[in-house]
């Protein structure tokens, strides 16, 4: 029977050294097999042996390449990127429309999952999101895209959860990577 790997990661190994160290001397005699993979995964970080392989196993599903089916075009995430500010807000509304579909899913990651939002709640966010004020057309984009739910009168407006495109996923990670720096 093959056992899965779990990578092991110290940022700085001297941490790493005095913390098996003073948790082995605080044994007082040589740890069995799980105390060892305790201790380790404490030293990296982890509650405990159990709290690291699960942290392992969740970033191995979060990171497969389900979303990498369709390789991202970085020529074009470039293209894409100069419809935005340094702070990650939409400057003008493309005429292509290739590019308009990422530049609404970067909008769309900004509002706020599963809540229900007001007229003037949707339009705050796309207010704070957008420099060229027309979150009427955002809005109806959204909405004929299937990104959000209206009400038939329009007072209230959902979030719908979908997967992004590669290049939207690819141009809102760097877009919030931009906005933090």
């Excluded at 970080?45 to 709290?51: A, D, K, L, M, P």
């Excluded at 109806?140 to 038939?152: G, H, I, N, S």
Aim: charged share 30%.
């Amino acid at each position: 029977m093959t056992r899965p790997a779990f990578p092991f990661y110290a940022s700085d190994i001297s941490v790493l050294a005095r913390s098996l160290h003073s948790q082995i001397s605080d044994l007082g005699r040589l740890p069995g097999h799980l105390e060892m993979l305790n201790i380790l995964a404490r030293a990296a970080g982890s509650r405990n042996f159990q709290h690291f392989r699960a942290q392992v196993v969740a970033e191995k599903r979060l990171m497969s390449p389900v979303e990498n089916l369709k390789p991202v075009d970085y020529v074009q995430l470039q293209r894409l990127k100069r419809y935005f500010d340094v702070n990650g807000r939409l400057l003008r509304w493309p005429t292509k429309f290739s590019h308009q579909d990422p530049c609404l899913w970067v909008l769309w990651s900004k509002l706020p999952t599963r809540k229900t939002l007001s007229e003037r709640e949707i339009n705050d966010v796309l207010l704070e999101n957008h420099r060229f004020q027309d979150p009427a057309l955002l809005r109806r984009e959204l909405k004929e895209r299937k990104m959000v739910t209206r009400t038939l009168d329009g007072r209230e407006y959902r979030r719908l959860e979908r997967r992004p495109t590669p290049e939207a996923l690819a141009l809102i990670r760097l877009l919030s990577g931009a906005a933090s720096e």
